[in-house]
């Protein structure tokens, strides 16, 4: 599980850096859109950063030996919060590439919230 949690924390601020770099350079060529729509992209990157971060910090702690579970979880309820209510107007609105990755990290993120709470019951 930690390997697990190293890969989806890394992928996660990754991908909240790449975003946020995409954004940035999408804004300074077309401009600054309405401020839904910067606020929306800001909490995306939010989003991404901060689960990514807890996923990350909870591998370092289960490999010290220390408290990872809370932190693992918070992330995946981080994660799903984002990705659970961006994804009916993603499929809906959007071509289904953009529909992918949330799929995935709600599915990820339910894996290292059951793996948690199995072990902690254990």
Do not use: C, K
């Not at 924390?9 to 300074?28: C, D, E, I, P, T």
């Amino acid at each position: 599980m930690i390997r697990f949690l190293t890969a989806l924390g890394v992928v996660l601020v990754l991908g909240g850096l790449a975003h946020s770099a995409g954004v940035l350079r999408f804004y300074a060529t077309s401009g600054v859109p309405d401020a839904n729509r910067v606020l929306l992209d800001a909490w995306i990157a939010e989003a991404q950063l901060l689960s990514g971060g807890m996923y990350i910090t909870a591998a370092r702690n289960a490999r010290r030996g220390l408290a990872w579970r809370a932190l693992a979880v918070f992330g995946a309820l981080t994660i799903a919060a984002f990705s659970v209510t961006m994804l009916p107007v993603l499929v809906t609105r959007a071509p289904i590439y953009f529909s992918v990755p949330p799929m995935l990290y709600t599915i990820a993120g339910a894996i290292v919230a059951a793996h948690a709470v199995r072990s902690a019951a254990a």
